[in-house]
């Protein structure tokens, strides 16, 4: 479903996201002292978080009802779809193919699905306005690919093997951005001996990804933004494993693949069509607000359409 940016209900809805991550971010003092909501229940962003929950799951639940009044058991449209027919067979409540779960799935995917990768892409611009060097390099690798003037195509994913270094931009981005630092909480499960310490079971384990995509000893220049460290002697595109912008382990991001592709998408279209400088009259940094989600400050661009 796509909303007009100009509606009310577009505005809303960002403002809903833009809140979420800033309320659960770790400047919040309930991040660290969880109990104080039990001693102020309204306070700390609490209120405003319960009434966009409540938003969302309202706007979750309407669409649950459009999408049961024209569901066509033999061609389902969407993860609605698919979620409302399991809910049919008899043993789909003890599997949790519930309503309330459902709804708070979609709220799931929503809150977890839209400023991570607008936020990242947000970065990308950035780099390029700061790197006008990279921009040139990225957008010459995406003529030869997708062809110039009458010729020029749209990109898919599929181009994507052929454009190394388009590639190692996107991962060097997400390497220096680090979007989302601290990843989600987790617990340990029991005891667990880890580099020397006990983590005690039932721990809250918040992993530092940013302090992986940091590292001087693995990196070397860890604050220089540099695509070609992602670029082997033969200039194919080299994966690295200690780039781990969505986690790592069993819980790693379930978007990752629909957010690579995203990214790689629409920044291809983007410098296919647009080249991005600096507007006069500002410095720009990679200094960053501090929420759930790493953002960076606001900035201005130029944008000169490409012939
Ligand atoms: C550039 C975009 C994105 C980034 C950087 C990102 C990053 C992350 C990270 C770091 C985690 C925590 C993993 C962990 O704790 O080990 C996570 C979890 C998650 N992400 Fe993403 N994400 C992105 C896009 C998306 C999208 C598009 C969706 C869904 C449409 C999504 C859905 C989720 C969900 C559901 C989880 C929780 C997984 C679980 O606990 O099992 N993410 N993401």
């Not at 100009?6 to 403002?15: I, L, N, T």
């Not at 043993?91 to 607008?118: H, K, P, W, Y």
């Not at 080249?275 to 500002?282: D, K, T």
């Amino acid at each position: 479903k796509r909303l007009d940016r100009s509606e009310p209900e577009a505005k809303q809805r960002v403002k809903e996201v833009n809140d979420f991550v800033t309320i659960t971010g770790p400047s919040n003092p309930l991040s660290m002292f969880p109990f104080l909501r039990f001693i102020s229940p309204n306070s700390f962003g609490l209120k405003e978080l319960k009434n966009n929950r409540d938003n969302s799951l309202a706007m979750f639940q309407e669409l649950m009802k459009e999408h049961r009044q024209t569901l066509d058991r033999a061609a389902p449209r969407d993860f609605i779809d698919r979620f409302l027919i399991e809910m049919e067979s008899p043993d789909a409540a003890a599997r949790s193919f519930t309503d309330e779960n459902l709804s708070i799935v979609c709220m799931d995917l929503f809150l977890a699905g839209m400023e991570t990768t607008s936020t990242s892409l947000t970065w990308a611009l950035l780099l390029m306005v700061m790197h006008p060097d990279v921009q040139t390099r990225v957008q010459q690798e995406i003529d030869a690919v997708l062809g110039v003037g009458a010729d020029r195509r749209l990109p898919s994913y599929t181009d994507r093997a052929n454009m190394p270094y388009t590639e190692a931009t996107l991962q060097e981005v997400s390497r220096r951005a680090t979007v989302v630092p601290r990843a989600v909480g987790h617990s340990a499960l029991q005891d667990a001996p880890l580099g020397g310490y006990t983590v005690a079971k039932g721990s809250l384990v918040l992993m530092h990804l940013d302090v992986v995509h940091m590292d001087p000893a693995y990196w070397g220049d860890p604050d220089t933004f540099r695509p070609e460290r992602f670029i082997n002697a033969d200039g194919t595109f080299r994966r690295d494993e200690h780039v781990i912008p969505f986690g790592i382990g069993r819980r790693f991001c379930l978007g990752e693949s629909l957010a690579r592709m995203e990214m790689f998408v629409l920044f291809t279209c983007l410098l296919q069509r647009f080249r991005f400088s600096a507007a006069p009259g500002q410095t720009l940094s990679l200094e960053s607000r501090v929420a759930a989600v790493r953002q960076p400050n606001e900035f201005f661009v130029n944008i000169q359409l490409r012939g």
